[in-house]
């Protein structure tokens, strides 16, 4: 199966794009920051693409897998244009690039409250141009991912605060590990009718 990945060099996407490779497809990665994350050797093809900019051409996949997004809630309060040039523009031109049996399109939990701030508008307008535009779509989505599998490899974890009303003082956060939701992204891949 060819599948386009956008965001492929990002934390999340440089994880699917290694479970995807290694479960036999041809991956075709994209992104605006190859600074990040390696992942030559599982993609067939890489393409430097900001998405923000609309492709002058059109390419046909299988599967498409849009994680391509910005996702700091400060920062979409200071800078939401930003937001909504990378996360609802660059969801329309992934749309108009790419020729595909099946969108999956990567939200966020916080897409249940559009209204919570600029990153939580922007993913609901994403998921709205998907159902729009993309009749054959899955909508995926997460929040409060964390973990390792070979990529962003850390000597320390860092944890702040010692004050809250907990057994250790530290905050309690509900997380979901990030190999968790790449294999999540790969059953819906493999499993959705096209």
């Known amino acids: ?29 994209t992104d605006f920051n190859f600074n990040q994350n390696n992942i030559e050797k599982y993609s067939s093809q890489i ?7 609309p492709s ?25 244009w930003l937001y909504y040039e990378t996360n609802v523009v660059g969801t329309k031109n992934v749309i108009d690039f790419a020729e595909c049996d099946h969108f999956v399109y990567c ?18 307008g994403g998921e709205l141009l998907t159902k729009q535009f993309k009749e054959n779509h899955s909508l995926v989505r997460f929040y409060n991912v964390c973990g390792n599998d070979g ?23 509900n997380y979901t590990h990030v190999i968790d939701i790449v ?3 790969q059953e819906v891949v493999e499993n959705k009718p096209t």
């Not at 965001?7 to 990665?29: L, N």
């Not at 393409?47 to 900019?53: G, V, Y």
């Open 1 to 29: 199966m060819k599948i386009l990945v956008t965001g492929a060099t990002g934390y999340i996407g440089a994880h699917y794009v290694k479970v995807a490779a290694e479960h036999g497809h041809e991956v075709v990665a």
């Open 47 to 53: 393409i430097d693409w900001d998405f923000r900019k």
């Open 56 to 80: 002058p051409m059109k390419m046909s996949f299988d599967k498409v897998v849009h994680i391509g997004a910005m996702g700091s809630v400060p920062l979409s309060v200071k800078n939401p």
């Open 107 to 124: 939200s966020t939990g916080s897409a249940f409250d559009p209204a919570a701030s600029p990153y939580a508008t922007t993913k609901y």
């Open 151 to 173: 990529f962003n490899k850390f000597d320390t974890l860092e944890i702040f605060g010692t004050d809250y009303d907990t057994r250790d003082g530290t905050c309690i956060r």
């Open 183 to 185: 294999y999540s992204l």
